[in-house]
């Protein structure tokens, strides 16, 4: 089983900045993307930033120049840097794996998401 552990949500005035981690663990053998989404009461989950194996990075037009994604492929770890927070940015933030998992025997392609963090922004 793949384990995805979030952190660095929190409390935060308008203006602020955030640093979420997202670490994955277990049998892995490949990371094919890694990514942020988030969710706000009574909305749809929406892509925030993903990242690929390789390096290339997209992010929502509403976080342009104020997100940044990045990851480490050796620790198997993707990070977001929030700058300039917005109210509007208030939501529960979820990391997403795109993988190949399983056994060696049986390899696996796989998502797996984390239990979300929260992060609040207030004006």
């Known amino acids: 089983q793949v384990q995805l552990v979030e952190s660095g949500g929190g409390l935060v005035q308008a203006g602020g900045s955030l640093r979420l981690s997202c670490a994955a663990s277990?049998?892995?053998?490949?990371?094919?993307?890694m990514g942020w989404y988030r969710q706000a009461p009574g909305n749809q989950r929406e892509l925030v930033a993903n990242?690929?194996?390789?390096?290339?990075?997209n992010s929502a037009d509403s976080v342009k120049g104020r997100f940044t994604i990045s990851r480490d492929n050796v620790k198997n770890t993707v990070y977001l840097q929030m700058n300039s927070l917005k109210p509007e940015d208030t939501a529960v933030y979820y990391c997403n794996a795109d993988l190949l998992g399983g056994t060696y025997m049986k390899p696996t392609r796989l998502q797996y998401w984390g239990q979300g963090t929260q992060v609040t922004v207030s004006s």
């Open positions: 990242i690929t194996n390789g390096g290339s990075t």
């Open positions: 277990g049998t892995i053998f490949r990371i094919n993307a």
